[in-house]
Antibody, heavy 118, light 108 residues
Framework: QEQLVESGGGVVQPGRSLRLSCAASGFTFRTSGMHWVRQAPGKGLEWVAVIWSDGSITKYADSVKGRFTISRDNSKNTLYLEMNSLRAEDTAVYYC???????????WGRGSLVTVSS | EIVLTQSPGTLSLSPGERTTLSCRAS???????LAWYQQKLGQAPRLLIY???SRATGIPDRFSGSGSGTDFTLTISRLEPEDFAVYYC?????????FGQGTKVEVK
């Protein structure tokens, strides 16, 4: 069945880096736009970044622009989020989500918790 | 950036009741690119409604969406025990994609 599985979360000190991965299966990954969405503890959903199906276009929320990089490897059916210069306010569950051509997010992973703390 | 404001913040209701959730946008949402999601504690969001009024695959018909432009609503015609959750609206018509702050539907 269609599935997204995030990995790579954990506890990291402020200012350090972390890379999240999202493994896709059960659907044609290379034709899907992909997003990262995060949710701070007890808070609402915040869109983080998007990458077009062919990787040609990426966009970011202002809160992460210049620090986070979204990328993908269509040969491995995997989405990535490289997070640099992490701050306490980046602490959240990070979800990857699918967007099939300007559509809403119809498939979500279970999320990966990132905790930024000294 | 399109800001989405949901109201009320919390609804305290009983199973079997009917309820309406509101989502107001700071500017017109293009082509009714407005979605609703349900999120239960510890779970990922689940798509309920897209295009303001179309139900996603497998969503029961007690869920319905309406609206256009800047005002949208989600109606649950008869609350089932599994419907107590947090509901978010989202606009996906323009970047940055944005979510409302959520409405919690809790058991009275």
């Amino acid at each position: 069945q269609e599935q997204l599985v995030e990995s790579g979360g954990g506890v990291v000190q402020p200012g350090r880096s972390l890379r999240l991965s999202c493994a896709a299966s059960g659907f044609t990954f290379r034709t899907s736009g992909m997003h990262w969405v995060r949710q701070a503890p007890g808070k609402g959903l915040e869109w983080v970044a998007v990458i077009w199906s062919d990787g040609s276009i990426t966009k970011y929320a202002d809160s992460v622009k210049g620090r986070f990089t979204i990328s993908r490897d269509n040969s491995k059916n995997t989405l990535y989020l490289e997070m640099n210069s992490l701050r306490a306010e980046d602490t959240a569950v990070y979800y990857c989500a699918r967007d099939v051509g300007g559509s809403p997010f119809d498939l979500w992973g279970r999320g990966s918790l990132v905790t930024v703390s000294s | 950036e399109i800001v989405l404001t949901q109201s009320p913040g919390t609804l305290s209701l009983s199973p079997g009741e009917r309820t309406t959730l509101s989502c107001r946008a700071s500017q017109s949402v293009s082509s009714s690119h407005l979605a609703w999601y349900q999120q239960k504690l510890g779970q990922a969001p689940r798509l309920l409604i897209y295009g303001a009024s179309s139900r996603a695959t497998g969503i029961p018909d007690r869920f319905s969406g309406s609206g256009s432009g800047t005002d949208f609503t989600l109606t649950i015609s008869r609350l089932e025990p599994e419907d107590f959750a947090v509901y978010y609206c989202q606009q996906y018509g323009s970047s940055p994609w944005t979510f409302g702050q959520g409405t919690k539907v809790e058991v009275k």
